[in-house]
């Protein structure tokens, strides 16, 4: 159960005593120590952020999320650089992958309300996952890239993220102006 003492993953992120009777406690946003968290990176002449991996072999960090997973996940730390609309895309060199895609503002909770979308099919021919989500500038996210009933691949799937706003992002998150000829 949330919150015992009997090695529930989740219990890394709980105090050991309880909090007074009305007092609130900040939860804990990052991952487990354990845990590990690969990175992203920005592909500037494409117009998007990237990530490849490889969910075989991984010992599963956690139940999954409210869609399906639970098999090894990769978990990626995501810092928007602005406000707006983010589309999450896996794609993948194997035609059999099925994925499942969550994102969580609070890594190491499995409450539905740490959960910000999850995304099992994207469509019902094709088995990758696709998540379109609001998310807030310099508020970190976790994208946990998993698979459909436990399943692992020696694959490489790639994670994808493009932004609503037009315009190439460089690496420092700020936008690049192209000069227009007259």
């Known amino acids: 159960?949330?919150?015992?003492?009997?090695?529930?993953?989740?219990?890394?992120?709980?105090?050991t005593e309880p909090p007074d009777a009305g007092e609130c406690i900040e939860a804990?946003?990052?991952?487990?120590?354990?845990?590990?968290?690969?990175?992203?990176?920005?592909?500037?002449?494409?117009?998007?952020?990237?990530a490849e991996g490889d969910t075989s072999g991984l010992v599963p960090p956690d139940r999954g999320g409210t869609c399906g997973g639970g098999a090894g996940a990769d978990i990626y730390a995501?810092?928007?650089?602005?406000?707006?609309?983010?589309?999450?895309?896996?794609?993948?060199?194997?035609?059999?992958?099925?994925?499942?895609?969550?994102?969580?503002?609070?890594?190491?909770?499995?409450?539905?309300?740490?959960?910000?979308?999850?995304n099992d099919d994207y469509s019902p021919d094709h088995y990758l996952s696709q998540l379109t989500l609001e998310l807030r500038s310099e508020e970190t996210v976790w994208v946990f890239v998993d698979s459909y009933n436990g399943a692992q691949y020696e694959n490489n799937t790639q994670l994808n993220i493009v932004t609503s706003k037009q315009g190439r992002v460089d690496k420092t998150g700020e936008e690049d102006e192209e000069e227009e000829e007259e």
């Open 78 to 118: 995501f810092e928007p650089f602005e406000d707006g609309t983010y589309t999450f895309t896996l794609d993948s060199e194997d035609a059999s992958a099925d994925t499942v895609l969550y994102v969580r503002s609070l890594c190491g909770y499995t409450t539905p309300a740490a959960e910000l979308g999850c």
């Open 28 to 50: 804990e946003s990052d991952c487990p120590a354990d845990w590990e968290v690969l990175e992203i990176g920005i592909d500037e002449e494409n117009d998007r952020f990237y």
């Open 1 to 15: 159960p949330l919150g015992s003492a009997d090695g529930d993953p989740l219990d890394l992120n709980f105090p």
